[in-house]
């Protein structure tokens, strides 16, 4: 059972989300929680309840169907960060100037499933 989840307009940069999400891409869905949850960046807890959801999603998924659900079988088979809007603002500068100040959000979005469903990606 294939389950997404989306988080958008995260207050992050897309290229330290994705850092953050490269550790956990491919790894087993329980596991990439527990690293997340001691991962040092600030980025690791939005990434980490964006896997926490798509996995609630797929126990949802899964009783609607009514297919067993086992939580320890769930790998992420996709994860990335897209860029979203930027947010310009201005900073006052030495003699009257101002500069530009880019707050850049992202879109993080995470695919979780089985084995058989990463064999079905991987045949498409």
Same mark, same amino acid.
């Given at each position: 059972? *294939? %389950?997404? /989840?989306?988080?958008?307009?995260?207050?992050?940069? #897309?290229? &330290?989300?994705?850092?953050?999400?490269?550790?956990?891409?491919?790894?087993? %869905?329980? *596991?990439?929680?527990?690293?997340?949850? +001691?991962? #040092?960046?600030?980025? /690791?807890? #939005?990434?980490?309840?964006?896997?926490?959801?798509?996995? /609630?999603? %797929?126990?949802?998924?899964?009783?609607?169907?009514? !297919?067993? +659900?086992? !939580? *320890? !079988?769930? @790998?992420? @088979?996709?994860?990335?960060?897209? !860029?979203? #809007?930027?947010?310009?603002? +201005?900073?006052?500068?030495?003699? $009257?100037?101002?500069?530009?100040?880019? &707050?850049?959000?992202?879109?993080?979005?995470?695919?979780? $499933?089985?084995?058989?469903?990463?064999? &079905?990606?991987?045949?498409?």
């Amino acid at each position: 059972m *294939e %389950a997404k /989840a989306q988080a958008k307009y995260v207050r992050c940069t #897309p290229m &330290k989300a994705r850092r953050v999400i490269n550790v956990v891409r491919g790894k087993n %869905a329980l *596991e990439a929680t527990n690293v997340l949850r +001691f991962a #040092p960046q600030a980025a /690791a807890v #939005p990434v980490r309840k964006v896997v926490e959801s798509a996995i /609630a999603n %797929a126990r949802v998924k899964a009783q609607a169907a009514g !297919e067993t +659900f086992r !939580e *320890e !079988e769930l @790998l992420i @088979l996709e994860a990335y960060a897209d !860029e979203g #809007p930027t947010l310009k603002r +201005f900073r006052p500068r030495a003699q $009257g100037r101002a500069s530009r100040i880019l &707050k850049r959000t992202s879109h993080i979005t995470v695919v979780v $499933g089985t084995k058989d469903d990463a064999k &079905k990606e991987g045949a498409r």
